[in-house]
T-cell receptor
């Protein structure tokens, strides 16, 4: 069974640009969540999608957005990039049917560098 | 405010030794607590998940304990190996909201 796939693995952008990251969950998983990881802050929750609906959202500005498609694949977008957006962005999928007890399976992440 | 605090921040031990990592949380209502291992530059991998009624759960040389009354958890690593060098992250799920609150992790280094 294939794991969670994130693309691209590495990317470099400049301030003011926008970026789109992609996440393909494990087959059959309908929950996809996104996280930002920086050395100082650890893992911070961005948002979670379940069956194409945003079910939960963290405390990030509106420049961070996401969506989920009917095949459960998800994308997140960051507009007007700032230097502080440089981070490892992780995606996780779960077979959770709605009780937050499903195991989270993480992808390898997309490392974004903003210059 | 729901928080998860881990200690120590970092730890260095010799190969073959045991160690214990701590996790204290203030998350309420509580759903479950998970421990993850994250190798440098990789995504976290689940070690254990415990619900309110579970006190202990093992996964090979990793044993997690949970005291729901004091809101404390520990991860005990037995007979450490070089491959145990990683960050260990404690995650608590908030009941009914699908939210996950992450600790900042303990960075473990195992030396030969």
């Amino acid at each position: 069974k294939a794991g969670v796939t994130q693309t691209p693995r590495y990317l470099i952008k400049t301030r003011g640009q926008q970026v789109t990251l992609s996440c393909s969950p494990i087959s059959g998983h309908r929950s996809v969540s996104w996280y930002q990881q920086t050395p100082g802050q650890g893992l911070q929750f961005l948002f979670e999608y379940f069956s194409e609906t945003q079910r939960n959202k963290g405390n990030f500005p509106g420049r961070f957005s996401g969506r989920q498609f009917s095949n459960s694949r998800s994308e997140m977008n960051v507009s007007t990039l700032e230097l502080g957006d440089s981070a490892l962005y992780l995606c996780a999928s779960s077979s959770d049917t709605g009780r937050s007890t499903g195991e989270l399976f993480f992808g390898e992440g997309s490392r974004l560098t903003v210059l | 405010k729901n928080q998860v605090e881990q200690s120590p921040q970092s730890l260095i031990i010799l190969e073959g030794k045991n160690c214990t990592l701590q996790c204290n949380y203030t998350v309420s209502p509580f759903s479950n607590l998970r421990w993850y291992k994250q190798d440098t530059g990789r995504g976290p991998v689940s070690l254990t998940i415990m619900t309110f009624s579970e006190n202990t759960k093992s996964n090979g040389r990793y044993t997690a304990t949970l005291d729901a009354d004091t809101k404390q958890s520990s991860l005990h690593i037995t007979a450490s190996q070089l491959s145990d060098s990683a960050s260990y992250i404690c995650v608590v799920s908030e009941g009914g909201t699908y939210k996950y609150i992450f600790g900042t992790g303990t960075r473990l280094k195992v030396l030969a």
